[in-house]
């Protein structure tokens, strides 16, 4: 199984295509999801990424977080489990 990330601060225009293409540098994405509100369909401006390997994932980390995605900072992080 990879490792997943969680994906904040994500710009309105971005869906889960722009999203995997922008983790695609870092290493092979198994899924790219952002999170939409289910009565608009609008994004909520997060989403999540599984990575295939843990050191495709810290790389991710390290190139994106805080980097600039369509006008917004983006924050990763490796995503926690739900309690």
Known sequence: MGTKL???????????DALKAAFEAHGKVVSAKVITDRQSGRSKGYGFVEMAEESEASNAIQALNGKDLDGRNIVVSE?????
């Open 6 to 16: 969680f994906v904040g601060s994500l710009p309105w225009s971005v869906n889960d």
């Open 79 to 83: 995503a926690k489990s739900k309690a």
